[in-house]
């Protein structure tokens, strides 16, 4: 088998994310984010729900890349407005969405770069993120690992962090859970007293410093940071063979 | 009973000031034949409420717009509407973005008539310092929760785009989602419907069982048929995207004299008529 590559193991990574979440409608966004997904659905997740991504879910896992296959098995009837009724609303997702900005608490921002009245660049706006945050379990995507993403402070918070989301009292976030934030350098999550953003595992051949020199705020560091796991032989073909033939996560995450 | 009209008469019953509120999601079936004739009217200062796509970057692009309400405005296919990314860089307009389920709630209260409905989306994110009219509201029972009064999104037209429709006003989608169309006729004091093909009543159900026909005509005041209506936006199963026309309108962005000779080719013209036959002779 050819040498493993980084998008690889951020895809099984992202895949770890989804572990275990059990009968829970899987969403990811970006390339990397969906083979990472479906990846734990086809292995260790069999239980996730997923959808076509227009107005039904779906019994079949299809791929991202390469030749057509057989049409998805469509199950139940997923239109916009039952999507926030059946799942969104009703906390049954986890949803990987991209960041263009995070903080350290997790605070994400897509919405659009520079002052929000003027922007420098207009991104894709609020979305669902601040709902989604608020109501379920959500994970971020930085193909890009830099501390032009990994900020002090984001320009606008769309997605709400830890720190915000306990200012709005234990009621208000009790469904509020940001799980994880896989880049293309780690993986990060917010096990730490204060839900300060730590370093959980550097990707092999990254170094604690790459992160940390790349990282725009204070990281939570342990003493000894572990690897990243490798995908499996098994993990590998899925991902090569069933899911992504023309290896698009490649191009979405570069060695 | 017979609502039929035309894209001209519709327009020219809206006046400058007015709340509109557009139906379909995204580049997905999009009354676009009624956005093109807004974009040859001298229409201005217009408030549009929409789950964005081209219809927003034109009417962005032409200034029609001195407030947009929205949660996102997309191609799809394309994620950034360009031409709208450029009129929000410009500072062109008031941007209200809100999280997109609270955009479904201010259309929920105007449905029901209420001032606002409570929501918890929102809070924690800047989207209440971004719409800073936004006020909250305290459970009255036990949990004493603070959440966000999403005020009531009431428009003064509702403009939707649907696959079949009768002369009466009943109308049917064919595809697989109905969006949010219904709540934008329910929020409006005025809603016109486009459609793909007017039909007589008795063959809805030749295409679609009966809970396609989600649009009753209770909900609408005025039937134009529009063939290609929703060009370039999908309008499953009659049509899908138009991909390349589509990238053709996105890459104008970049390029000024590009943007002239697409409005030229396409969008100074006389009709939607007019319009239909340039895309058909492109």
């Given at each position: 088998?050819?040498?493993?590559?980084?998008?690889?193991?951020?895809?099984?990574a992202?895949?770890?994310?989804?572990?275990?979440?059990?009968?829970?409608?899987?969403?990811?966004?970006?390339?990397?984010p969906t083979?990472?997904?479906?990846l734990?659905?086809l292995?260790?997740?069999?239980?996730l729900?997923m959808?076509?991504?227009?107005?039904t879910?779906?019994?079949t896992?299809?791929?991202?890349?390469?030749?057509?296959?057989?049409?998805?098995?469509?199950?139940?009837?997923?239109?916009?407005?039952?999507?926030?009724?059946?799942?969104v609303?009703?906390?049954?997702?986890?949803?990987?969405?991209?960041?263009?900005?995070?903080?350290k608490?997790?605070?994400?921002?897509?919405?659009?770069?520079?002052?929000?009245?003027?922007?420098?660049?207009?991104?894709?706006?609020?979305?669902?993120?601040?709902?989604?945050?608020?109501?379920?379990a959500?994970?971020y995507?930085?193909p890009?690992?830099?501390?032009k993403v990994?900020?002090?402070?984001v320009?606008?918070?769309?997605?709400?962090g830890?720190?915000?989301?306990?200012?709005?009292?234990?009621?208000?976030s009790?469904?509020?859970?940001?799980r994880?934030?896989?880049?293309n350098?780690g993986?990060?999550?917010?096990?730490?007293?204060?839900?300060?953003?730590?370093?959980?595992?550097v990707?092999?051949?990254?170094?604690?410093?790459?992160?940390?020199?790349n990282?725009?705020?204070?990281?939570?560091i342990?003493?000894?940071?572990?690897?990243?796991?490798?995908?499996?032989?098994?993990?590998?073909?899925?991902i090569r063979?069933?899911?992504?033939?023309?290896?698009?996560i490649?191009?979405?995450?570069?060695? | 009973?017979?609502?039929?009209?035309t894209?001209?008469e519709?327009?020219a019953?809206?006046?400058?000031?007015m709340?509109?509120?557009?139906?379909?999601?995204?580049?997905?079936r999009?009354?676009?034949?009624?956005?093109?004739?807004?974009?040859?009217?001298?229409?201005?200062d217009l408030?549009?409420?929409?789950?964005g796509?081209?219809?927003?970057?034109l009417l962005?692009?032409?200034?029609?717009v001195?407030?947009?309400i929205?949660?996102?405005?997309?191609?799809d296919?394309?994620?950034?509407e360009?031409h709208?990314?450029?009129?929000?860089?410009?500072?062109s307009?008031?941007?209200?973005?809100l999280?997109?389920?609270?955009?479904q709630?201010g259309l929920?209260?105007?449905?029901?008539r209420?001032?606002?409905?409570?929501?918890?989306?929102?809070?924690?994110?800047?989207?209440?310092?971004?719409?800073?009219?936004?006020?909250?509201v305290?459970?009255?029972?036990?949990?004493?929760?603070e959440?966000?009064?999403?005020?009531a999104?009431?428009l003064?037209?509702?403009?939707?785009?649907?696959?079949r429709?009768?002369?009466?006003g009943?109308?049917?989608f064919?595809?697989?989602?109905?969006y949010?169309?219904?709540l934008?006729?329910?929020?409006?004091?005025?809603?016109f419907?486009s459609?793909?093909?007017?039909?007589a009543?008795?063959?809805?159900?030749?295409?679609?069982?009966?809970?396609t026909?989600?649009?009753?005509?209770?909900?609408?005041?005025?039937?134009i048929e529009a063939?290609?209506?929703?060009?370039?936006?999908?309008?499953?199963?009659d049509?899908?995207?138009?991909?390349?026309?589509?990238?053709?309108?996105?890459?104008?962005a970049?390029?000024?004299?590009?943007?002239?000779?697409f409005?030229?080719?396409?969008?100074d013209?006389?009709?939607e008529?007019?319009?239909?036959?340039?895309?058909?002779?492109r």
């Open positions: 088998m050819s040498e493993i590559t980084r998008a690889e193991i951020c895809a099984v992202i895949a770890e994310c989804f572990r275990n979440d059990g009968e829970t409608l899987m969403s990811a966004f970006g390339t990397t083979v990472g997904g479906r734990a659905k292995t260790f997740s069999p239980d729900f959808t076509d991504g227009i107005a879910g779906i019994e896992v299809p791929p991202v890349s390469g030749p057509a296959r057989e049409a998805p098995i469509k199950s139940a009837w997923m239109p916009f407005r039952l999507f926030f009724d059946n799942v609303w009703t906390t049954r997702r986890h949803v990987m969405m991209m960041a263009s900005q995070i903080d608490f997790g605070n994400q921002n897509f919405a659009c770069i520079g002052p929000h009245e003027k922007p420098k660049a207009q991104l894709l706006g609020m979305r669902g993120a601040p709902g989604n945050t608020l109501y379920h959500t994970s995507f930085v890009n690992h830099s501390s990994f900020v002090e402070k320009d606008v918070v769309s997605g709400v830890y720190d915000r989301a306990a200012a709005l009292g234990e009621r208000t009790r469904f509020h859970d940001i994880r934030v896989v880049s350098l993986v990060f999550d917010f096990d730490t007293p204060n839900h300060a953003m730590r370093l959980a595992s990707h092999p051949g990254v170094s604690v410093d790459d992160v940390v020199s990282t725009g705020f204070e990281l939570v342990g003493e000894a940071v572990p690897e990243t796991r490798l995908p499996s032989d098994e993990e590998l073909r899925i063979e069933d899911l992504d033939p023309e290896g698009l490649n191009k979405e995450v570069r060695d | 009973m017979d609502k039929r009209t894209e001209r519709v327009v019953e809206l006046e400058s000031g709340t509109i509120g557009i139906g379909g999601w995204g580049s997905r999009k009354p676009m034949s009624l956005v093109r004739e807004i974009l040859r009217s001298d229409l201005q408030t549009v409420v929409t789950y796509g081209p219809d927003a970057g962005c692009k032409y200034g029609k001195s407030k947009l929205y949660g996102f405005v997309s191609l296919s394309i994620p950034l360009p709208f990314r450029q009129a929000r860089q410009a500072g307009f008031r941007a209200a973005e999280d997109e389920g609270m955009l709630w929920r209260a105007a449905a029901h209420l001032p606002f409905l409570p929501v918890r989306a929102g809070l924690g994110s800047d989207v209440v310092t971004v719409n800073p009219e936004l006020r909250m305290t459970s009255p029972y036990d949990d004493g929760e959440l966000i009064a999403m005020p999104l009431e003064d037209v509702a403009l939707i785009h649907m696959n429709a009768d002369k009466l009943n109308g049917q064919l595809g697989p989602d109905p949010f169309d219904d934008f006729c329910h929020a409006a004091k005025r809603r419907m459609c793909e093909k007017i039909v009543s008795e063959d809805f159900q030749k295409e679609g069982s009966v809970h026909v989600s649009i009753n005509r209770l909900m609408i005041d005025g039937v063939p290609g209506g929703a060009h370039f936006t999908e309008c499953t199963p049509y899908g995207r138009d991909e390349t026309f589509q990238r053709e309108y996105a890459a104008t970049k390029d000024p004299d590009a943007w002239q000779a409005k030229e080719r396409y969008l013209l006389e009709s008529a007019d319009y239909q036959a340039a895309v058909k002779n």
